[in-house]
């Protein structure tokens, strides 16, 4: 597929995902949407891909937003807006469904939903100059591309709620204080600082990351005893690979290993 508002480049085992629309603050519109949704298959399909990176372009912005005139079209028509919603969602979903880790490189605003966009990666850096937040109460709105629900599993019902009810936008520093940011990083930094992090998780088994990421996932909705059995399922497949017996091995031959993902 041919990209007019993201840039999508993949090789050494990352495909980077960049939102190109720097003159609207990279704000997404039903354009955007759609070709992040065909990038992230794209990613999901490319057994090369180990780690996809997902940031914005420009100096100011990782997505300050969603298109509010995309959004003032669907105003008075509940069904309409509900369906734009579900659209976000999925998209997101995708994202967060991958299979493989994914780094939201959070370099300016992220707003609304290109908040929502970061919460949907599995980790979040963020230059010292960011911003995050979700502001949608202010436009007679409530996050709708799964932040609500994201931002509670990640950071817990206290910060959602003050994050949704007050519209406010945060500091880098304060989103890493709240889980919300996992590293912060100067802006020079930010990228240097960011692909260290994507590089530490290249080397590592590819299925032992996904069933980590789906361990995590599906267990945010159980009990410990239920997230455990289900644990003990990931760790039994994880036992049958051949990337098992090739970490062990390389272990105990003091020797890098070199996994297929098999």
Known sequence: ????????????????????????????????????????????????????????????????????????????????????????????RRLDTLGKPSVAMVNGFALGGGCELALACTLRTAATSARMGLPEVGLGIIPGYGGSQRLARIAGPAVAREWILTGAMFGAEE?????????????????????????????????????????????????????????TEFFGKAAMTEDMREGMSAFLEKRKAVFKGC
Request: glycine share 10%; aromatic share 6%; charged share 25%.
């Open 175 to 231: 989103a890493h204080r709240v889980g919300v940011i996992n590293r912060v990083f100067p802006p020079e930094e930010l990228e240097a600082g960011t692909l260290e992090l994507v590089a530490s998780m290249l080397d590592k088994a590819p299925l032992a990351l996904r069933f980590g990421i789906e361990a995590v996932l599906r267990g945010w909705d159980m009990d410990q005893s239920e997230g455990e059995k289900l644990e």
């Open 1 to 92: 597929m041919s990209y007019e508002n993201i840039l999508y480049e993949a090789g050494d085992g990352v495909a980077r995902v960049t939102v190109n629309r720097p003159d609207k603050l990279n704000a997404l519109n039903h354009q955007t949407l759609t070709e992040l949704a065909a990038a992230f298959d794209a990613a999901a399909a490319d057994s090369a891909v180990r780690v996809v990176l997902v940031t914005g372009a420009g100096e100011k912005a990782f997505v300050a937003g969603a298109d509010i005139g995309e959004l003032l079209e669907v105003a008075g028509q509940g069904d309409k807006a509900a369906e734009l919603a579900a659209f976000g969602q999925s998209v997101f």
